[in-house]
């Protein structure tokens, strides 16, 4: 068989992808999953929504069909998430008479849920997020404003680290998180970090999402965060990369009227040379790099054609719509 991303890197680090069931009926992303990854993500099916959508139940068919399908082929799986304020069932922070449940109420539900999940998985799952965007993109605070942290305080994130190392000592625990490289945010994600260890919390690695752009991060930027995470002793592993072909605005929540759905022969240009430098950067960083895993397998669907707005087309991943690889393939096995 052809060479795949996971052939190149074998020596590195596993190269992974977020799937869906979907993905896994598809024939041709099938055969290209097999070929180029040999890591699997749940794209959605393992969040806490999806997959205890009521206090008194689990669906657990899809997150199975996954393990199932990595398992038959032998790739490893990354466990997404156990504890995020997104994709989060109401249930878990009400009482049956609608009012808020306690810090006791709600840390034992995070606990239940933990260890459900991850004994569900054990030895099947290698590594998981098990915190998920905790702290705030607004500098003036540390921890963000969620419903977990309103209830419980700053402690759910200890405790559902300490939970999921109960329910499964074998297995890799992240911290994961988005914009983890721009340097006002990287550094309360280095104290959030710092805590942690100093605390003795069984964490042993952050994930930086990468979900990043033509323009950011700098070279400098990267390099800096995985140092500077690698140097409290944690592995680095970038979980959810993509390259999108528009800028990250946070605060931009619809398409311009001058934006058209072009892929311009400038953004690729700039994409490739984009993904050649992450890569590059990974592999000088390989004593801190423990595994890469894009977000979606190719342009043909990935997350950003409808976040954060809908109606345009992104082209982030390095496959194109035809599931053949781009320019920025041919730079990433290239070295
Ligand atoms: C995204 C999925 O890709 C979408 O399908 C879903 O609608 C929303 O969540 N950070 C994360 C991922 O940690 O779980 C998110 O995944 C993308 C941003």
Known sequence: AEKG???????????GVAVSTR????????????QQFNSLTPENDMKMGPIHPDSTRYNWGPADAIVDFAQAHQLKVRGHNLCW?????????????GSQVSKARLLKRL???????????KGKIYAWDVVNEAISDNPQEFLRNSDWYKICGEDFIAEAFRYAHAADPTAVLFYNDYNTERPEKMERIYQLLKKLKDA????????????????????????TTIERFGSLGLKVQVTELDVSVYPWEKDRRAKRPDESDAYTA??????????????????????????ITFWNISDHYS????????????????????????????EVVKF
């Open 5 to 15: 991303l996971k052939d190149y890197y074998k020596s590195y680090f596993p190269i």
């Open 200 to 223: 003795k919390v069984p964490i042993d690695g952050v994930g930086l999402q990468g979900h990043w752009s033509l323009v950011e991060p700098t070279e400098q930027e990267l390099r």
């Open 266 to 291: 400038e953004m690729q240009t700039k994409q490739t040379a984009q993904y050649k430098l992450f890569f590059k950067v990974f592999r000088d960083e390989a004593k801190y790099m423990t595994g």
């Open 85 to 97: 304020h997104e994709q989060t069932p109401r249930w878990i922070f009400k009482n049956p008479d």
């Open 23 to 34: 993905a896994l009926k598809n024939p041709a992303e099938v055969a290209l999953i097999l």
């Open 111 to 121: 606990h239940d849920h933990i260890d459900a999940v991850v004994k569900r998985y």
């Open 303 to 330: 997350w950003l054609d409808t976040y954060p707005v809908a109606g345009r087309k992104n082209h982030p991943l390095l496959f194109d719509e035809q599931l053949k690889p781009k320019a920025a393939y041919y």
